[in-house]
Structure formats: C-alpha cells, structure tokens
C-alpha cells in the first residue's frame, strides 16, 4: 500500500516554462514534506520542505505547496532550466508522532526532462 | 568526510553467495539510514541506527539481511545466501537530528546473477 503517491512516471518541459510535480499522500499523520532530486549514478540530494503548519515554502526557483485538506503537495520549479533535468522524489516524515520521526516514506519518482 | 561514502558502487554476485556492503557516514552524524531502491520504485527504509544500536530494524525484508554500526560510524549492511530479488541500489545516509537534514550517499548496485 502506497502511502506516498507520485502518479506521473515522467514529464517533459520546455526550458523556461514552468514544471509542475504533484504528490499525493494517505497517511494523516505525516506532518513533514520533502522534495528530492536524483542524477543517474548519484543519491538523492533534498531540494526543498514544507512543515504541515504551511501551505507554501519558496526557495529560489523552487516552491513547495502543500494541501493539507486534500493530502497533495507540488513542486513547483520556474523558469525550468535543462540542468533540472532528474528525477523528483516525494518524500514524508512523521515528525510529530514521537515514534518513527526518522523514518522517510518515499514516492515512486517523477522522471522530469527539461527540453533546450 | 565532506560526503557519505559506500563502497563497493557496484557489485555483481552470484546467487546464494554473501555480500558486505559499507557505509562511512559524515564525521559526527549520529544517526545513519540504510535504504533499498528497486527498479522503479522508490527508496524504502530498511534500519536505523542512533549511533552504535539498530533503533528501528523493521524495514529488513528477513534474517538474511543484517546491518552493524559497531563503533558508531562506519556502517556494514550484510546479505546472507542472496537471492535474485535482492537486486537493487543500497542507499546510505546520515544526519545530526534523526529524521531531517538527511545526507545520501552515491549508493551500492547490488546485481544477483
């Protein structure tokens, strides 16, 4: 059972617009979001948060929303740039439950191309 | 170091043998996360350890898989008798704060032939 749902294996941009990721959860009791960027070859480096008290964090080109009502959250990336190019994972922690606060739950990954 | 470090990055073996896979987290990150990643899948969690002891083991898939942190730094995942399905990358990390501020290493493809 999914708990982390990235439903969208791939997509493709063209540089300078913006790419739009989107993750769904099911666990209520995630209260911590991250976003992940993987290179072939390499592990994943964090990008971005957002803490289940906000709706939105920005980080340069980067911006995470989150609708908590809705369990769903996306990245938000503009202007996309051809070095984006990677894949993007979702990832949640229950950081409130005093139990497994250490523990990430991944999505499947979303393979994001960038077009020059 | 500046990054985790796991060695071997590649290793072919053949089934029912056993393999050792290391991890050398960054200097003074207590805590430190083994991960699988199968084709197509994202990471899963297998062990956390809070320096030397397995806090949480519940992620091993079964006893043939056992991990050890014994001086509270570098970390030895091991695999008895491997099977085909074990194939996948084996995912290391590290932090100061369990949970947050997570530090990956390249990984270890594991093949099984």
């Known amino acids: 059972d999914q708990q982390v749902k990235q439903n969208s294996p791939s997509l493709s941009v063209q540089e300078g617009r913006i790419s739009i990721l989107n993750c769904d959860y099911t666990?209520?009791?995630?209260?911590?979001f991250l976003w992940y960027k993987k290179y072939p070859a390499e592990g994943p480096t964090f990008l971005i948060s957002?803490?289940?008290?906000?709706d939105k964090n920005e980080d340069g080109r980067f911006t995470v929303f989150l609708n908590k009502s809705a369990k769903h959250l996306s990245l938000h990336i503009v202007p996309s740039q051809p070095g984006d190019s990677a894949v993007y994972f979702c990832?949640?922690?229950?950081?409130?439950?005093?139990?497994?606060?250490?523990?990430?739950?991944f999505g499947k990954g979303t393979l994001l191309t960038v077009n020059p | 170091g500046a990054g985790v470090s796991q060695t071997p990055s590649n290793k072919v073996t053949e089934k029912g043998k056993y393999v050792e896979l290391r991890c050398d987290p960054i200097?003074?990150?207590?805590?430190l996360y083994w991960y699988r990643q199968s084709l197509g899948q994202g990471p899963e969690f297998l062990i956390y350890?809070?320096?030397?002891?397995?806090?949480?083991d519940s992620g091993l898939p079964n006893d043939r898989f056992f991990a050890v942190r014994p001086e509270g730094s570098v970390s030895t995942l091991k695999i008895q008798r491997t099977e085909r399905g074990d194939s996948a990358v084996y995912l290391c990390?590290?932090?100061?704060?369990?949970?947050?501020?997570?530090?990956f290493g390249s990984g270890t493809r594991l093949t099984v032939v």
């Open positions: 990390a590290s932090s100061l704060t369990p949970g947050l501020g997570y530090t």
């Open positions: 666990n209520s009791m995630f209260d911590y």
């Open positions: 957002i803490s289940s008290i906000k």
């Open positions: 990832a949640a922690l229950e950081v409130g439950s005093g139990g497994s606060n250490y523990k990430l739950t």
């Open positions: 200097s003074g990150h207590t805590a």
């Open positions: 350890f809070q320096g030397t002891g397995a806090a949480d």
